[in-house]
């Protein structure tokens, strides 16, 4: 199975942009046909679906963050990334990127351990 | 968007017990696509049950998962002091792909 290993800043300012990365290991990002999925958990609450990108590009994003949000792979260093936009403290969550399945791209089937992101001035 | 609602908010038990846990989506999940997920103080979820009813890998067959439309059940048949945790489910049919509240499971 996968190991997928978050990271990126514990702490930002808000208006700040929120950027992290997600290293795969254990196969491939290109030669698979997987979506790769970033879900998020504010401290004490539940989970909240970010987004999706497939290794061909494609992405799917939460209408509630579409307009801030980047994601997107780089096949070369096996990597996923999000880009999160003009932060605020409603941001504050751990961060958590998964495997997703190869039909299904909203389902989460390995997880890496999440990062603690804090937004405060 | 579909809302996921998930009951009850926590479900107190004691080791042996059966555990039945529910969730109702505010329309119908489509093909089933529905998901069961287990989240520990300070990890991860893990999941458990894919497509309302497929055993992930790994996942013990006390663990089942039941129902279609908007109506789904995880059923755990006796429970195991490991099981004690918090339970979601999951639509991922239709985007934006949507999660329940969560039910709280506590040893009683």
């Known amino acids: 199975q996968p190991q997928l290993q978050e990271s990126g800043p514990g702490l930002l300012k808000p208006s700040e942009t929120l950027s992290l990365t997600c290293t795969v290991s254990?196969?491939?990002?290109?030669?698979?046909?997987?979506?790769w999925v970033w879900i998020r958990q504010p401290p004490g609450k539940g989970l909240d679906w970010v987004g999706n990108?497939?290794?061909?590009?494609?992405?799917d994003y939460n209408p509630s963050l579409k307009s801030r949000l980047t994601i997107s792979v780089d096949t070369s260093k096996n990597q996923l990334s999000l880009k999160l936009s003009s932060v605020t403290a409603a941001d504050t969550a751990v961060y958590y990127c998964a495997r997703g399945g190869s039909a299904n791209p909203g389902i989460a089937v390995y997880w890496g351990q999440g990062t603690l992101v804090t937004v405060s001035s | 968007e579909i809302v996921l609602t998930q009951s009850p908010g926590t479900l107190s038990l004691s080791p042996g017990e059966r555990a039945t846990l529910s969730c109702w989506a505010s329309q119908s999940v489509r093909n089933s696509c529905l998901a069961w997920y287990q989240q520990k103080p300070g990890q991860a979820p893990r999941l458990l049950i894919y497509?309302?009813?497929g055993r992930a890998t790994g996942i013990p067959d006390r663990f089942s998962g039941s129902g279609s439309g908007t109506d789904f059940t995880l059923t755990v048949s006796r429970l195991e002091p490991e099981d004690f945790a918090v339970y979601y489910c999951?639509?991922?049919?239709?985007?934006?792909?949507?999660f329940g509240q969560g039910t709280k499971l506590e040893i009683k």
């Open positions: 990108v497939h290794f061909s590009g494609s992405t």
């Open positions: 999951q639509q991922y049919g239709s985007s934006p792909y949507t």
């Open positions: 497509g309302a009813s």
């Open positions: 254990g196969g491939s990002i290109s030669s698979s046909s997987y979506y």
